[in-house]
């Protein structure tokens, strides 16, 4: 049974791997507090490490940056309480673990180390589990064997215990089958747009008095937005990168060093699943070949995904001899094996031949050329950054610094709305938001090497723009209101003859069928409000909407209950029935995780904790 969690679990894994090498190759230098302070707290007896905090800590620092390409100082995360959100995790991890080992439960050596095969991060060029790939990536995590088998150990188990709490308690069908109900029903209806055109006579221009009275009435249409008056200095590799010399040997010498990528070998995509013996291989390869069954549902039937069992871009050189034979000497997609491997008998599946290529230097010119121009345009700029911040530190102005370096001076009205030339930068965007008058200019770095100053000259508030220069602007919204009016007034007349029994086409209208669409369908050329409405009409009930620029009339003709045997609604019934189930599960958990907090007992080390919160800047 724990081995097949364990399988099961695979991902979770090498999730688990990926994020402590992360953490580890970061450089941070963690696991060196000195004296004997060990541990931030404990729940019982499972101690809570400084090295396991700290590590927390920076590996969501990093996902956070990862998530939103921006990077979060600590005292920023602590002022979104992230401290005490890791910390949390971490006390309820250690309250399981506590819980664990007062039951008694683990799982063995052999299910330890058939995951540890598995991971594609300890494999070898040949796919194959390198001892020295493992221990190296361990050392450069600044983890031990032990370690890293210890925390595997602790998760399998975990989740075993996660599987018999989750089972305890099996949801009903009433919360799917009823949200299903209510998703998959439909509605048949007609319907037909009241616009412009319909209209008689065209909208009249309005008088001064209504002119004026409508610009009253209606300040926020016309008001400017916040104007921050900015001159600013930049750079960046583009400006420089016609004036960069280059020489020729650079590039003959760049293109050897990324040969690998202008010479590739024929490869293939592939993907490798390996059996626990050669007469299960053959019986599965037997079955692809009759069309009993597929490589997909092997992989599902295994409690794997594709991701789990996905090599990616393989060259012949790759792989071991039997392998290399057997899937380069196809030449089409499909699978081959089995095959003896070091992991075992398996079966590759070959998704894409990829051709050998070879694009000689005469073709990769322009483009190394702008990669070594761009980059050396990017060393030039890291160059001048010291001069600019000594001319700024010596109290010169922005147009003084555009006049001694090939910085270049510019000005804009920047607004929430301002996207163009270096309003185009999210930095530039942040820091005119921020800055004020009389903030001292500081150089900061743009997204593509380059670098900015700027100075906020002046900020104009929202200002209500004079009615003579919005006068053209207040009329065509008087006259756009003025028409929609009219459309209501005229669409409701044709509403109320509709509902006396006329046809859409009789009163003028030109009208569309719908059959049995859902909640979440799309009508073009209608607004969302029309599906709304028609979902909370009854039967022959005649339902008015207001579009951007015309009004809408529906009339309800059949309501369709929904299908259970339709593959769409049982797909989504299932889905729901999951996510009630994870729900529920996740809820037991929690509870269980409390009950076990309140009687271990927490003691948290807040001078230790205070001393890991020091180590980040």
């Known amino acids: 049974m724990a081995k097949a969690l364990i ?32 541990s931030v707290g404990s729940v019982g007896d499972e101690e809570i490490t400084v090295d396991e905090y700290a590590r927390a800590i920076q590996n969501e620092l990093r996902n956070i940056q990862a ?138 221009q ?21 104007t921050r008056r900015i001159t600013y200095a930049w750079l960046t590799p583009d400006m420089l990168a016609d ?35 050669a007469d299960a291989a053959a019986t599965a390869a037997a079955a692809i070949e009759a069309g009993e069954t597929s490589f997909d549902t092997l992989v599902a039937d295994r409690g794997l995904s594709l991701e789990d069992v996905d090599l990616g871009e393989v060259s012949e050189g790759e792989l071991g001899d039997a392998a ?59 160059d001048i950054i010291p001069q600019v911040q000594d001319l700024l530190a010596g109290g010169a102005t922005l147009e003084e610094i555009a006049e001694e370096t090939e910085m270049r001076l510019g000005e804009i009205g920047f607004t929430d709305d301002s996207e163009d030339g ?66 209501y007034d005229m669409a409701s007349g044709m509403r109320d003859q509709i509902a006396d029994g006329a046809r859409m086409e009789t009163v003028g209208l030109t009208a569309r069928d719908e059959e049995a669409l859902r909640r979440d369908a799309f009508i073009e050329e209608a607004p969302p409000a029309l599906l709304e409405a028609v979902f909370a009409a009854e039967i022959d009930d005649v339902v008015l909407v207001e579009g951007a620029e015309a009004m809408f009339l529906a009339r309800l003709t059949e309501i369709v209950p929904y299908d259970p045997a339709d593959p769409d609604i049982a797909a989504l019934r299932q889905s729901l029935e999951r996510q009630q189930a994870q729900g529920i599960a996740e809820d037991l958990y929690a509870l269980f995780a409390d009950a076990v907090r309140a009687r271990a007992g927490i003691e948290l080390n807040q001078a230790a904790i205070d001393a890991v919160h020091a180590q980040f800047p």
Do not use: C
């Not at 095969?117 to 390198?130: C, K, L």
């Not at 309005?206 to 916040?226: K, L, M, R, S, V």
């Open 422 to 487: 270096i309003a185009a930068y999210d930095a530039f965007r942040e820091e005119a938001g921020l800055a004020e008058p009389g903030d001292f200019p500081e150089v900061r770095d743009l997204s593509d090497g380059g670098i900015f100053a700027l100075r906020v000259d002046e900020v104009v508030a929202p200002t209500l723009r004079p009615l003579d220069t919005v006068r053209d602007a207040v009329v065509d919204a008087w006259r756009a209101a003025q028409t929609m009016s009219r459309l």
């Open 7 to 38: 399988s099961k679990g695979s991902k979770v894994f090498v999730w688990i791997l990926l994020g402590l090498l992360i953490v580890g190759l970061a450089g941070f230098g963690i696991g060196n507090f000195g004296g004997s302070v060990r």
């Open 324 to 382: 290399a034979a057997a899937v380069f000497g196809r030449d089409d997609p499909g699978v081959v094996g089995p095959v003896e491997t070091r992991l075992g008998p398996a079966l590759f599946r070959i998704n894409a031949v990829l051709e050998a290529q070879s694009v000689p230097f005469e073709e990769a010119r322009d483009d190394l050329r702008g990669e070594f121009a761009a980059d050396r345009a990017r060393r030039v700029i890291e």
């Open 206 to 226: 309005p008088t001064e008095a209504e002119i004026q009275t409508h610009y009253d009435e209606n300040p926020g249409a016309f008001t400017a937005p916040e």
């Open 67 to 204: 998530r939103t390409g921006q990077s979060l100082s600590f005292s920023d995360a602590q002022g979104f309480g992230l401290d005490r959100q890791i910390l949390q995790r971490l006390v309820t991890t250690a309250a399981l673990d506590h819980e664990m080992a007062r039951i008694g439960l683990s799982v063995g050596d052999d299910a330890v180390r058939a995951e540890l095969t598995q991971v594609p991060a300890f494999q070898g060029m040949d796919g194959n589990f390198d001892p020295e790939s493992y221990r190296f990536a361990l050392e450069q995590a600044n983890l031990t064997v032990a370690e890293f088998e210890r925390s595997l150990r602790e998760d399998a188990a975990r989740e075993l215990l996660r599987g018999g709490i989750s089972g305890a308690v099996a949801p009903g069908d009433a919360y799917a089958e009823r949200v299903a109900a209510w998703l998959g029903e439909g509605r048949s209806f007609r319907w037909a747009r009241v616009g412009s055109e319909l209209l008689v006579t065209e909208t009249r």
């Open 243 to 277: 004036t960069v010399e280059v020489d020729e040997t650079a590039l003959r010498a760049l293109y050897e060093e990324r040969s690998a990528e202008y010479n590739t070998p024929e490869r293939r995509l592939l993907e490798r699943l390996v059996f626990p013996g």
